[in-house]
């Protein structure tokens, strides 16, 4: 199983920018789906942005296409997720989370790291 633990959250105004990092451990992590998950309180933990095991295919959530880029670097056992425009209904904790396939229950997850967009 994969380790991974967030970083890069805090505190930005609408409209700002913010990239948050997930370091991963492990021997298969090259092998293994990415994904961003971000919950407020009183909602569930959705998916925002995943890539794939290939580092070829990605998925973004409608609300955050054109403005979240999710990117893997194997070599250095970190995805990326860089937010830029942010609005304050970005507001949640995010959660680095990875799965052994493209498809099937995400199996590691981060701790999750707090970002605050103001308004």
């Known amino acids: 199983q994969v380790q991974l633990v967030e970083s890069g959250g805090g505190l930005v105004q609408a409209g700002g920018s913010l990239r948050l990092s997930c370091a991963a451990s492990?021997?298969?992590?090259?092998?293994?789906?990415m994904g961003w998950f971000r919950q407020s309180p009183g909602k569930e933990r959705d998916l925002v942005a995943a890539?794939?095991?290939?580092?070829?295919?990605?998925y973004y959530a409608d609300s955050v296409k054109g403005r979240f880029t999710i990117s893997r670097v194997g070599a250095k056992n970190t995805v990326y997720l860089q937010m830029n425009s942010l609005k304050p209904e970005d507001t949640a904790v995010y959660y680095c989370?990875?799965?052994?396939?493209?498809?099937?229950?995400?199996?590691?997850w981060g701790q999750g790291t707090q970002v605050t967009v103001s308004s």
């Open positions: 989370a990875a799965r052994p396939g493209d498809y099937g229950p995400w199996t590691s």
């Open positions: 492990g021997r298969t992590f090259s092998s293994y789906a």
């Open positions: 890539v794939s095991r290939s580092g070829t295919s990605t």
